[in-house]
DNA sequence: CTTGCCCCTGTACTAACTACAGATCGTAGA
DNA sequence: TCTACGATCTGTAGTTAGTACAGGGGCAAG
């Protein structure tokens, strides 16, 4: 019964250190579950192991490519699960490229319209400002 | 003393109605002192006039142009101050575009990490998903 | 022995709304 | 006249993804 599934012994400050991941974003994730309760020292210190470190890390990759806490939660519970896990994690995948894909569109559309507004201006010191008058129409 | 500097006399619903803005939002919007608190009725009821449509609109725009509502609070000070508006407009204008372009170039990046993600995948039923793997790692 | 440091906990704050509970008021129908 | 309905009003809480701060405990060095 020895345990012997974690190599390193990481105090949070540590973890933090060594994902780069905020100190109090690690709580955080462990309050809503996307974390398990780590195990604690005699003094009541989390203690992390390598384990962790994974799960962080993938946490953090997903949500640095735009995915919300609850699509990472449903990623996790498919890695945990473990079953028929490529055909779902390649449809959540499309899904969610389709929605950044939209994000872009979207976004470049705005970027248009404040080109064309800006331009619109001369950029001097009147009174009446013609882009306002065009943004308010 | 006769107020004639509104035509239209509208209820909440009614301006919601006509600016497509929803109707809390209204009132959230004149609670952090967005729209100016509206005169009322005898029995209490907001009346808008014109002014508050125009008003509404404009914000709706430059929410609609990714400006956060801070930035609108600046714009709208702008246009009621009516000094040296349209310099200070352009500038705020560029920032927010360069802003914007920012956050594409970063969606894009995101998109071809998803396409590469995907690409990985067979979309089969297996168990041991290499995206997941590639994702962790 | 006291100062400082690191850890712990709980709570409050951010943005930009949305939603719901409960009060009131005027009018329309029975 | 009584009651029900619809519209408005107010205040408060929930959402997402964290960040920040207040207050308490224990260990170690000076």
Redesign the interface.
Known sequence: MSKNNSVTNLLRSELAKATGCNLETIRYYEQIGIMPDPPRTARGFRVYGEEHV?RL??VM??R???FSLNEVRG?LT??DG??????E???R??A??SD??A??TD??R??S???E??AK????????????DA??A
Chains 1, 2 share one sequence.
């Open positions: 994974r890390r993938f990759r997903m640095e490519l735009g990623l498919l890695v473990g079953t028929q896990t490529c055909a994690v390649h449809e995948t499309l969610h490229l950044v894909r994000r872009i976004l470049k705005i970027e319209v404040l080109e507004t800006a201006c001369s950029g001097e010191d009147v009174p009446e400002c013609p882009v306002l943004l308010s």
